[in-house]
């Protein structure tokens, strides 16, 4: 037993230096004093994250890409909490196939979600802009906020709210005091991990944008130009750090699901 | 039926002929009952029976298609469950868990537009009325199941209503503790004096807890009764099967006398019965019943052997304050139980024994057979 | 028919979701399907039902080349993350103890940050003046810097195990978990040996898990465009590309799409004959 343990911690160890190494490059060549992106180090310098602060059009795409995340974020929560509550609360005609349909998004290749949605839209003859994108990327999110909400929702056991009922409060009331704060850690988790796959998406942004390009449409486009490259890690750095907050916050509130979860857990044993 | 139904002086609930379908299946089918200010009242049966059902047709969470129900002489059909006068303990308790124990507590009272100084103090007076002194901040999904319970019923005897409905409240709880909150329960009640309706599918909790049961199968009431006449004067053989044990034997009715049944059966022969404790709708064939400890166990020289029956042992158990004797009959696969806690004087006969017993007419009940 | 209670209630909120995929998945989905019957000359789209563009890409050496290679890429990255993932959740089902959540946490962190720059990175590692060749160079391992890192197969198939690695390990180590231990006290008190145990009650208990995460990797992985276009060169670049190609560049959106939908076809076909071959793990679950 002892042994085996020891071989499977060296696994996870190799496992994770491979999943994060890549990663550990970013920091290190943003800060380093050289056009080139190679060892060794030739010094430290902050010259590459003062050049972003001078690029127009990558404030552009970042305004353009804070705007698609918030917006798709929280359509997509919406739908995924009505999905969710439809779900858990009820049992009807077709519950199964619908929701599996609403879910099938996850595991299309985003290529052919990309091609689909073009197609339509130019046939249609739709101008391409930033609510072509919000609309593709809403559609992408929805099944994550979907999963996040059904976790939610399965530890708001009905009778919780029957209880609420029973002690006197309105419909509103036992939604302002029992189910909401219930379900707020799905709903503040579910807008961070929208608003986290949106910014980050490249193919449907790619696809569906017109003229104004979001973010990982713009480092695309820097990818061409070698000169470019260290800012791009600059850019990358700073990307990276804001997806762990706000991952690292998503995983908080993750787990206030999950306690609330545990309960209710017990609660069903009985 | 008469089953305490109508509406009478000093009921505090009436449900007249309520009916409650889901999914084409009659969980309630024209149930009438009366339920007295100040008692505590069981509704006991297996599980699916419809007493939850009803139960919730009190709370107002669930609607009937027919009937009406009368709360303190109104009819609330219609008045949803935050309007009534009823609070209820769930069977999971339903205890919020973003709340802390005293937020719980204090929770139906967020309405009541009460001084916060006052509303705490009404919490801490409730909680010591459960026995949670000092639980005020204490988080609740860091309680025990008994705890859970305790802050349940807080929860709702703090907006003292007239009616307390409990769904269950024991069975999440362990032998013993469950055993301790039987006798807190009835103390509480008792204490309270608010009306207490208990839905358990326990009949120990139902028997020992009730001023009266309601005893319910397949949407039905079968019998409203007290603990005692529920035991002993059953009035379905259901009710007779599900409460305690007892003995059946099939019989033919032979002669009916003013007051009294002779019917027939081959173990026991000639059995007479009190017509008042026969029941249903009358025909020829008869299931007679009767408790194994109203059998006696007599032995030969004893003065009334004459009218004795006997059969042989062929199974005994002894369970502390009482011994079983599992009979048979000779030449008959028919199998009786006896008990007696008598464990002095009676005769204690071996496996394989022939033993005599007799038995009181009194101690009878019969159903008629469709 | 009639609807009840819970029919109406369930879908008065499942409705406006609902609608919303119906009109962004399935009828999108149903005009590239009906496109694919189509041609297009120039911009213009001739509706007359065709099967030409089928006969291109299904028989075509430059496609069948591309959809050979795709498959093979994804079967490959799937093979491969699998045996990379199933120790990792292995470990943490069984020796994680109390920080299992922390261990996935880090995980799946990697998982949440930009996809897009990941796999640049590989090609900044592996590239001819890149960080692996000029630290190599450095520390005098090699004189030249090696050239079959970047731009071929094994580059796409190295940065797509590691970009999708993370959501192996989830599916499996859920069903790891689900494993009743008692059940691996009883294989032990039956007389088996840690090696038995694994292959007679872990891992069949664990194929929910291991089907799951093919399903999630094999199929999207067939329709990565980012990663073949940064680090697969002429050499490894994959049908997605190609459908990319087709559908701005070339002008033949006709073709695109009926390169999609053989894609599509392919993996459907290929995840589900993979259930079915699974079935009798799944059953019971």
Same mark, same amino acid.
């Given at each position: 037993?002892?042994?085996?343990?020891?071989?499977?911690?060296?696994?996870?160890?190799?496992?994770?230096?491979?999943?994060?190494?890549?990663?550990?490059?970013?920091?290190?060549?943003?800060?380093?004093?050289?056009?080139?992106?190679?060892?060794?180090?030739?010094?430290?310098?902050?010259?590459?994250?003062?050049?972003?602060?001078?690029?127009?059009?990558?404030?552009?795409?970042?305004?353009?890409?804070?705007?698609?995340?918030?917006?798709?974020?929280?359509?997509?929560?919406?739908?995924?909490?009505?999905?969710?509550?439809?779900?858990?609360?009820?049992?009807?005609?077709?519950?199964?196939?619908?929701?599996?349909?609403?879910?099938?998004?996850?595991?299309?290749?985003?290529?052919?979600?990309?091609?689909?949605?073009?197609?339509?839209?130019?046939?249609?003859?739709?101008?391409?802009?930033?609510?072509?994108?919000?609309?593709?990327?809403?559609?992408?999110?929805?099944?994550?906020?979907?999963?996040?909400?059904?976790?939610?929702?399965?530890?708001?056991?009905?009778?919780?709210?029957?209880?609420?009922?029973?002690?006197?409060?309105?419909?509103?009331?036992?939604?302002?005091?029992?189910?909401?704060?219930?379900?707020?850690?799905?709903?503040?988790?579910?807008?961070?991990?929208?608003?986290?796959?949106?910014?980050?998406?490249?193919?449907?942004?790619?696809?569906?944008?017109?003229?104004?390009?979001?973010?990982?449409?713009?480092?695309?486009?820097?990818?061409?130009?070698?000169?470019?490259?260290?800012?791009?890690?600059?850019?990358?750095?700073?990307?990276?750090?804001?997806?762990?907050?706000?991952?690292?916050?998503?995983?908080?509130?993750?787990?206030?699901?999950?306690?609330?979860?545990?309960?209710?857990?017990?609660?069903?044993?009985? | 039926?008469?089953?305490?139904?109508?509406?009478?002086?000093?009921?505090?609930?009436?449900?007249?002929?309520?009916?409650?379908?889901?999914?084409?299946?009659?969980?309630?089918?024209?149930?009438?009952?009366?339920?007295?200010?100040?008692?505590?009242?069981?509704?006991?049966?297996?599980?699916?029976?419809?007493?939850?059902?009803?139960?919730?047709?009190?709370?107002?969470?669930?609607?009937?298609?027919?009937?009406?129900?009368?709360?303190?002489?109104?009819?609330?059909?219609?008045?949803?469950?935050?309007?009534?006068?009823?609070?209820?303990?769930?069977?999971?308790?339903?205890?919020?868990?973003?709340?802390?124990?005293?937020?719980?507590?204090?929770?139906?009272?967020?309405?009541?537009?009460?001084?916060?100084?006052?509303?705490?103090?009404?919490?801490?007076?409730?909680? !010591?009325?459960?026995?949670?002194?000092?639980?005020?901040?204490?988080?609740?999904?860091?309680?025990?199941?008994?705890?859970?319970?305790?802050?349940?019923?807080?929860?709702?005897?703090?907006?003292?209503?007239?009616?307390?409905?409990?769904?269950?409240?024991?069975?999440?709880?362990?032998?013993?503790?469950?055993?301790?909150?039987?006798?807190?329960?009835?103390?509480?009640?008792?204490?309270?004096?608010?009306?207490?309706?208990?839905?358990?599918?326990?009949?120990?909790?139902?028997?020992?807890?009730?001023?009266?049961?309601?005893?319910?199968?397949?949407?039905?009431?079968?019998?409203?009764?007290?603990?005692?006449?529920?035991?002993?004067?059953?009035?379905?053989?259901?009710?007779?099967?599900?409460?305690?044990?007892?003995?059946?034997?099939?019989?033919?009715?032979?002669?009916?006398?003013?007051?009294?049944?002779?019917?027939?059966? !081959?173990?026991?022969?000639?059995?007479?019965?009190?017509?008042?404790?026969?029941?249903?709708?009358?025909?020829?064939?008869?299931?007679?019943?009767?408790?194994?400890?109203?059998?006696?166990?007599?032995?030969?020289?004893?003065?009334?052997?004459?009218?004795?029956?006997?059969?042989?042992?062929?199974?005994?158990?002894?369970?502390?304050?009482?011994?079983?004797?599992?009979?048979?009959?000779?030449?008959?696969?028919?199998?009786?139980?006896?008990?007696?806690?008598?464990?002095?004087?009676?005769?204690?006969?071996?496996?394989?024994?022939?033993?005599?017993?007799?038995?009181?007419?009194?101690?009878?009940?019969?159903?008629?057979?469709? | 028919?009639?609807?009840?209670?819970?029919?109406?209630?369930?879908?008065?909120?499942?409705?406006?979701?609902?609608?919303?995929?119906?009109?962004?998945?399935?009828?999108?989905?149903?005009?590239?399907?009906?496109?694919?019957?189509?041609?297009?000359?120039?911009?213009?789209?001739?509706?007359?039902?065709?099967?030409?563009?089928?006969?291109?890409?299904?028989?075509?050496?430059?496609?069948?080349?591309?959809?050979?290679?795709?498959?093979?890429?994804?079967?490959?990255?799937?093979?491969?993350?699998?045996?990379?993932?199933?120790?990792?959740?292995?470990?943490? @089902?069984?020796?994680?103890?109390?920080?299992?959540?922390? &261990?996935?946490?880090?995980?799946? *962190?990697?998982?949440?940050? @930009?996809?897009?720059?990941?796999?640049?990175?590989?090609?900044?590692?592996?590239?001819?003046?890149?960080?692996?060749?000029?630290?190599?160079?450095?520390?005098?391992?090699?004189?030249?810097?090696?050239?079959?890192?970047?731009?071929?197969?094994?580059?796409?198939?190295?940065?797509?195990?590691?970009? &999708?690695?993370?959501?192996? *390990?989830?599916?499996?180590?859920?069903?790891?978990?689900?494993?009743?231990?008692?059940?691996?006290?009883?294989?032990?008190?039956?007389?088996?040996?840690?090696?038995?145990?694994?292959?007679?009650?872990?891992?069949?208990?664990?194929?929910?898990?291991?089907?799951?995460?093919?399903?999630?990797?094999?199929?999207?992985?067939?329709?990565?465009?980012?990663?073949?276009?940064?680090?697969?060169?002429?050499?490894?670049?994959?049908?997605?590309?190609?459908?990319?190609?087709?559908? @701005?560049?070339?002008?033949?959106?006709?073709?695109?799409?009926?390169?999609?939908?053989?894609?599509?076809?392919?993996?459907?076909?290929?995840?589900?004959?993979?259930?079915?071959?699974?079935?009798?793990?799944?059953?019971?679950?």
């Amino acid at each position: 037993m002892k042994q085996s343990s020891k071989y499977f911690k060296a696994c996870i160890v190799i496992f994770l230096i491979f999943l994060y190494a890549p990663a550990f490059l970013l920091p290190i060549f943003s800060f380093n004093d050289s056009k080139v992106i190679a060892f060794p180090l030739s010094g430290f310098s902050t010259v590459w994250f003062q050049e972003l602060l001078y690029e127009d059009t990558l404030h552009d795409a970042l305004r353009n890409s804070l705007f698609i995340a918030v917006s798709s974020s929280i359509l997509a929560t919406v739908f995924g909490t009505l999905v969710a509550r439809a779900s858990s609360r009820y049992q009807f005609f077709g519950q199964r196939a619908s929701v599996t349909f609403i879910l099938v998004p996850l595991i299309l290749p985003e290529i052919i979600l990309g091609v689909c949605l073009l197609t339509v839209l130019i046939q249609l003859g739709l101008n391409l802009n930033l609510w072509t994108v919000v609309l593709g990327h809403t559609l992408l999110i929805t099944p994550f906020s979907t999963l996040i909400m059904v976790s939610a929702f399965n530890n708001l056991d009905i009778s919780l709210e029957e209880a609420s009922l029973d002690l006197g409060m309105s419909a509103v009331q036992t939604f302002r005091l029992i189910i909401l704060p219930m379900v707020s850690p799905g709903l503040i988790s579910s807008l961070l991990i929208g608003f986290v796959i949106s910014l980050d998406e490249f193919i449907i942004a790619f696809f569906l944008t017109g003229v104004e390009p979001t973010l990982p449409v713009y480092i695309w486009a820097q990818f061409r130009f070698p000169a470019k490259l260290p800012s791009t890690m600059a850019l990358g750095t700073i990307l990276l750090i804001v997806s762990l907050i706000l991952v690292s916050l998503f995983e908080y509130f993750r787990r206030r699901i999950e306690l609330y979860n545990h309960y209710s857990m017990e609660l069903d044993q009985k | 039926m008469t089953n305490g139904g109508g509406i009478q002086e000093g009921n505090i609930v009436d449900l007249i002929s309520i009916q409650k379908t889901f999914d084409r299946i009659k969980a309630v089918n024209d149930v009438s009952i009366g339920i007295k200010e100040g008692e505590f009242f069981s509704l006991l049966g297996p599980s699916g029976c419809g007493k939850t059902t009803l139960l919730r047709v009190i709370a107002g969470f669930e609607v009937p298609e027919m009937g009406d129900v009368l709360i303190n002489d109104k009819l609330v059909n219609s008045v949803p469950p935050n309007k009534r006068p009823t609070n209820m303990v769930f069977q999971n308790y339903a205890i919020f868990p973003h709340l802390n124990v005293a937020e719980n507590v204090g929770y139906g009272l967020r309405n009541s537009k009460l001084d916060k100084n006052l509303l705490q103090k009404r919490v801490r007076e409730t909680l !010591n009325l459960v026995g949670l002194d000092g639980f005020d901040n204490r988080s609740s999904t860091a309680l025990s199941g008994g705890q859970r319970q305790r802050v349940a019923l807080a929860r709702a005897l703090i907006l003292e209503p007239r009616v307390l409905l409990l769904d269950e409240p024991l069975s999440a709880l362990d032998k013993n503790l469950r055993e301790q909150m039987q006798f807190e329960l009835r103390q509480l009640q008792k204490s309270v004096g608010i009306t207490f309706v208990l839905v358990t599918h326990d009949q120990t909790e139902a028997l020992t807890m009730s001023d009266r049961v309601g005893v319910m199968f397949d949407g039905n009431v079968d019998q409203v009764a007290t603990p005692e006449d529920i035991y002993n004067k059953p009035r379905t053989k259901r009710v007779a099967s599900f409460i305690g044990s007892m003995n059946f034997f099939d019989a033919e009715v032979s002669v009916r006398q003013d007051n009294s049944i002779i019917a027939l059966n !081959n173990n026991l022969g000639k059995i007479r019965l009190k017509k008042e404790s026969v029941f249903g709708m009358e025909g020829s064939k008869l299931s007679v019943g009767i408790r194994p400890e109203k059998f006696k166990l007599i032995s030969n020289d004893n003065k009334e052997a004459g009218r004795a029956v006997s059969a042989i042992v062929y199974e005994k158990s002894f369970l502390g304050q009482t011994k079983l004797f599992n009979l048979r009959f000779k030449d008959s696969e028919n199998v009786i139980t006896v008990s007696t806690s008598d464990l002095k004087n009676a005769p204690n006969p071996h496996i394989g024994d022939a033993v005599k017993f007799i038995w009181d007419e009194e101690d009878l009940v019969g159903f008629y057979e469709e | 028919m009639s609807f009840s209670e819970q029919d109406k209630k369930g879908w008065r909120l499942l409705g406006l979701p609902f609608i919303f995929s119906l009109l962004l998945l399935a009828v999108p989905l149903a005009t590239m399907f009906a496109l694919s019957f189509w041609t297009q000359d120039y911009l213009v789209l001739k509706k007359t039902f065709t099967l030409a563009n089928y006969k291109q890409a299904w028989f075509e050496p430059v496609f069948q080349t591309l959809f050979t290679r795709s498959l093979l890429i994804s079967f490959t990255v799937t093979v491969f993350t699998i045996i990379f993932a199933f120790p990792v959740a292995y470990f943490i @089902s069984f020796y994680g103890g109390k920080r299992k959540a922390l &261990w996935l946490f880090l995980i799946t *962190i990697p998982f949440w940050t @930009s996809y897009l720059l990941r796999m640049f990175l590989w090609k900044v590692i592996l590239g001819y003046n890149g960080v692996l060749n000029s630290f190599l160079e450095w520390i005098g391992a090699i004189t030249e810097p090696l050239t079959f890192l970047l731009y071929n197969s094994n580059a796409v198939v190295l940065a797509l195990v590691h970009g &999708w690695a993370p959501f192996a *390990i989830l599916p499996i180590f859920v069903s790891l978990e689900k494993i009743d231990r008692s059940l691996l006290e009883a294989s032990n008190d039956l007389g088996d040996t840690a090696f038995k145990q694994f292959f007679r009650i872990i891992l069949p208990l664990s194929m929910p898990g291991v089907v799951g995460a093919v399903l999630i990797i094999f199929i999207p992985t067939i329709g990565d465009y980012i990663t073949p276009k940064l680090v697969g060169g002429p050499e490894g670049l994959m049908i997605a590309n190609m459908i990319q190609v087709q559908f @701005s560049k070339a002008n033949n959106a006709p073709l695109a799409a009926a390169l999609s939908v053989t894609s599509l076809l392919i993996v459907g076909s290929i995840s589900i004959l993979f259930v079915l071959l699974n079935k009798k793990h799944l059953r019971n679950y």
